[in-house]
T-cell receptor
Framework: EPEVTQTPSHQVTQMGQEVILRCVPI?????FYWYRQILGQKVEFLVS????????KSEIFDDQFSVERPDGSNFTLKIRSTKLEDSAMYFC????????????FGPGTRLTVT | KQEVTQIPAALSVPEGENLVLNCSFT??????LQWFRQDPGKGLTSLLL???SQREQTSGRLNASLDKSSGRSTLYIAASQPGDSATYLC?????????????WGLGTSLAVNP
């Protein structure tokens, strides 16, 4: 069964460094999402991406964040200058653009900023 | 602005009990509602998706119902087992445009005791 994959599973970085989180969505899905979950808090929507552009972004998704689909399979989230408060679990999801729009989630990347 | 609330926040039951988890949302204009399971420090496992036109969905010992007009969903777990111990999250997808971002509740932490 197709699944969403994410790499790395755990990333440790120093404050101020750039990180790139990678996702491979399900191949016939066209809508892509990033969410994050700070420890003990709700899962929060960051950004949705369709047809090679951002469809919607939340207030969290400021100029420090960017997304890209560099090729036909990868979908990346870049944080330019990480802050301590960026420490969280980051989840990628994908969905079709018809039918139920059910979102399928990757296993997540745990980002730790020190 | 959509808000999702889940009660109770935590639940501890003996093995074998039938139990009900509750989810409420403030804006009834939803496209679908998904229930997820999350084990500690792990990813999001989709359990059930209910379309806005549906009243309930069943998978094994799980049954989810949806009352869109009152902004409520319940997840019923029959004959609970220790392996059901996890956090259960409810998320609603917006009905606005084609962007189906998910808005999440904080979850119900379930402990099933042998």
């Amino acid at each position: 069964e197709p699944e969403v994959t994410q790499t790395p599973s755990h990333q440790v970085t120093q404050m101020g460094q750039e990180v790139i989180l990678r996702c491979v969505p399900i191949s016939n899905h066209l809508y892509f999402y990033w969410y994050r979950q700070i420890l003990g808090q709700k899962v929060e929507f960051l950004v949705s991406f369709y047809n090679n552009e951002i469809s919607e972004k939340s207030e969290i998704f400021d100029d420090q964040f960017s997304v890209e689909r560099p090729d036909g399979s990868n979908f990346t989230l870049k944080i330019r200058s990480t802050k301590l408060e960026d420490s969280a679990m980051y989840f990628c999801a994908s969905s079709k653009t018809t039918g139920s729009y059910e979102q399928y989630f990757g296993p997540g990347t745990r980002l730790t900023v020190t | 602005k959509q808000e999702v609330t889940q009660i109770p926040a935590a639940l501890s039951v003996p093995e074998g009990e039938n139990l009900v988890l509750n989810c409420s949302f403030t804006d009834s204009a939803i496209y679908n509602l998904q229930w997820f399971r999350q084990d500690p420090g792990k990813g999001l496992t989709s359990l059930l998706l209910i379309q806005s036109s549906q009243r309930e969905q069943t998978s094994g010992r799980l049954n989810a119902s949806l009352d869109k007009s009152s902004g409520r969903s319940t997840l019923y777990i029959a004959a609970s087992q220790p392996g059901d111990s996890a956090t259960y999250l409810c998320a609603v997808a917006s009905n606005a445009g084609n962007n189906r971002k998910l808005i999440w509740g904080l979850g119900t932490s379930l402990a099933v005791n042998p």
